[in-house]
């Protein structure tokens, strides 16, 4: 199985912020790589996919990069609403695994 | 608009079964395979199995593999997740979810609001 390995586990930033969290994939998984933010209570939500696609709706704050085993998820200016955990997760092969989270908190 | 509407989640002791159901409308449900996630209280994201559109081939986790079933009703436009012998483990909330992209490459789009199961003596 692909092992999805975030970081960090959570960081604390202020609003305006600049924030990067990284996502290492065991072994090669291309481009096959997806970004999720989830609120708590709530399902989590698409962001990007293909590594650096926006999903429709989802504001241009939010960009991706990456391929091979590195990935990075950016947003650009962090707003209230942007508090949340956000999950990478690889879908170049079963079984589809998940990283661990990283929860972005006020600080 | 894409929704997704799960249900059919419960407390069930373990060794016990539940269906779960996902109703789903707003876009081709029988031209796109769905999965099932999962997340235990407090953890994080675990996909639990796929179906693709013709419902030809199906994919597990390890973790659920021979206990759960995948199945779709393209007529109805419904997912469906049978669960047998459950474990304490299997409590969750249960999201279904469509894949509007590849399918030799199943990406996970959006969620429903997910439907509860509790396996607890």
């Known amino acids: 199985d692909i092992q999805m390995t975030q970081s960090p586990s959570s960081l604390s930033a202020s609003v305006g912020d600049r924030v990067t969290i990284t996502c290492r994939a065991s072994?090669?998984?291309?481009?096959?790589l997806a970004w999720f933010q989830q609120k708590p209570g709530k399902a989590p939500k698409s962001l990007l996919y293909?590594?650096?696609t926006l999903q429709s709706g989802v504001p241009s704050k939010f960009s991706g990069s990456g391929s091979g085993t590195d990935f990075t998820l950016t947003i650009s200016s962090l707003q209230p609403e942007d508090f949340a955990t956000y999950y990478c997760?690889?879908?170049?092969?079963?079984?589809?695994?998940f990283g661990g989270g990283t929860k972005v908190e006020i600080k | 608009q894409v929704h997704l509407v799960e249900s059919g989640g419960g407390v069930v002791q373990p060794g016990g079964s539940l269906r779960l159901s996902c109703a789903a409308s707003?876009?081709?449900?029988?031209?796109?395979?769905m999965h099932w996630v999962r997340q235990a209280p407090g953890k994080g994201l675990e996909w639990v199995t796929y179906?693709?559109?013709?419902?030809?081939?199906?994919?597990?986790a390890d973790s659920v593999k021979g206990r759960f079933t995948i199945s779709r009703d393209n007529s109805q436009n419904t997912l469906y997740l049978q669960m047998n012998s459950l474990r304490v483990e299997d409590s969750a909330l249960y999201f279904c979810?469509?894949?509007f992209g590849s399918g030799d490459y199943p990406r996970i789009d959006s969620c429903g609001q997910g439907t509860l199961v509790t396996v607890s003596s």
């Open positions: 997760q690889q879908y170049n092969s079963f079984p589809l695994t």
């Open positions: 072994q090669d998984i291309s481009n096959y």
């Open positions: 293909a590594a650096s």
């Open positions: 707003g876009f081709i449900f029988s031209s796109h395979g």
């Open positions: 179906i693709r559109s013709h419902a030809r081939e199906k994919f597990y």
């Open positions: 979810a469509p894949n």
